[in-house]
Structures are given as structure tokens and as C-alpha cells.
């Protein structure tokens, strides 16, 4: 089982609708988790953190985080044709670590259609 | 402006010709990382540097060869490219690795023929 693991898409959804990306990941002592945008031939950025259960809500982005169910997801309403990227679940991983490591998904990639 | 700057941006180089691409923060972070990203595989990290002079190994650490002299500077150090080191290489840095947010640099393509 991978640590981390996302469905690579691609995703495809109208303008304006609900994307729905998820992410599993398998280390239980787990705290810390983010949602990186990536544009295609662009460097990762951050869009979201979260670090206990429930919902983060940040303008039209949504995080849920359910560690019960090692389960974290990411919500875009009102999706936009500039919302098209590969999103990237991370996850710090604990392990034999004090310090954790952070370990991403190989990432969804999103279509947004005009 | 905050950033994390890595040189060079491309680079086409062959089989056993040492070379060395330079990562840089002026955030004072004390944590940095180095990863690369093949397609189908994702982001894995190559190295990773707690603070200075204290370094460790990610998940793919084979060939490459890291140091962290002073707190702004991880340069990655491949002293002998083979053709499978061919890919995309990003430098991150964050405040602490586990609860806060890395930023990343631009990346630095690589081609070794």
C-alpha cells in the first residue's frame, strides 16, 4: 500500500460545477496535511493545510480531513477553466521518526471545460 | 520577496560529468529539501537537511550527494549523471517539515544523455 494515494485522473468537470479530489493515506499518527496546486511545468504551491477534522474553508476551496478514515479531500466550487492543474495530497508521515517526513500523492489532474 | 531560488533552470549535460545545481532561501527556514518528479512516480525526496551541517536521506538517495555549509544554501551534488538522474528537480524549504507549509523553488530540468 502506498503511503499516500490519490487517483491520477484526469478529472474532468463543466465551469462552474463541484471538483472532488481525494486522497488515502496510511500512517494513523499523521498531523499535518496540505493540498499543492501544480501547474504543468510550474513548481508546487500551497493552497490548503489542515491538521484536525472537519472542514477548512478558504474562498472556493474546501478541505475535509477525517483521520478516522485516513481520509483527506479537496472541494472546488464555481470551478474556473484556471482551476486546471495537477493537485498533490502531502502528508507528513510520522513513521520511526520524531519529525516526520512529507510524503506526497502522485497527484490528480483536473480539466476544467469552458 | 521571499523565495527559494535554484540554478540552473535547465541543463543538458552527459553520462559522468559532475555537476551541481544550487538551491537558495532568504526566509531563514531551518528546514530544506530536495526532490524530484518523474512522470507516473510523483514527487520523491532525495535528501532532506534539518538545519546546518545535519543532513539525511530521503527515499531516493542514490547517486546524488548533498551538504548544508551555511542555513541559506542545499546545493544537490551528482557527481557522476547517468541517463536515469534525467528529470525534474525541486528544491523546498518550510520554518519545521512537519507542520508547516514548504515552499518550493522553480525547478531545475535535467537531461543527461
Known amino acids: 500500500q502506498k503511503e499516500v494515494e490519490q487517483n491520477s485522473g484526469p478529472l474532468s468537470v463543466p465551469e462552474g460545477a463541484i471538483a472532488s479530489l481525494n486522497c488515502t493515506y496510511s500512517?494513523?499518527?499523521?498531523?499535518?496535511f496540505f493540498w499543492y496546486r501544480q501547474y504543468s511545468g510550474k513548481s508546487p504551491e500551497l493552497i490548503m493545510s489542515i491538521y484536525s477534522n472537519g472542514d477548512k474553508e478558504d474562498g472556493r476551496f474546501t478541505a475535509q480531513l477525517n483521520k478516522a478514515s485516513q481520509y483527506v479531500s479537496l472541494l472546488i466550487r464555481d470551478s474556473q477553466p484556471s482551476d486546471s492543474a495537477t493537485y498533490l495530497c502531502?502528508?507528513?508521515?510520522?513513521?520511526?521518526?520524531?519529525?516526520?517526513?512529507?510524503?506526497f500523492g502522485q497527484g490528480t489532474t483536473l480539466q476544467v471545460k469552458p | 520577496e521571499a523565495q527559494v531560488t535554484q540554478n540552473p533552470r535547465y541543463l543538458i549535460t552527459v553520462t559522468g560529468k559532475k555537476l551541481t545545481v544550487t538551491c537558495s532561501q532568504n526566509m531563514n527556514h531551518e528546514y530544506m529539501s530536495w526532490y524530484r518528479q518523474d512522470p507516473g512516480l510523483g514527487l520523491r525526496q532525495i535528501y532532506y537537511s534539518m538545519n546546518v551541517e545535519v543532513t539525511d536521506k530521503g527515499d531516493v538517495p542514490e547517486g546524488y550527494k548533498v551538504s548544508r555549509k551555511e542555513k541559506r544554501n542545499f546545493p544537490l551534488i551528482l557527481e557522476s549523471p547517468s541517463p536515469n538522474q534525467t528529470s525534474l528537480y525541486f528544491c523546498a524549504s518550510s520554518l519545521a517539515p512537519s507542520y508547516n507549509e514548504q515552499f518550493f523553488g522553480p525547478g531545475t530540468r535535467l537531461t543527461v544523455l
Open positions: 500512517d494513523r499518527g499523521s498531523q499535518s
Open positions: 502531502a502528508v507528513n508521515i510520522r513513521g520511526s521518526s520524531n519529525t516526520g517526513k512529507l510524503i
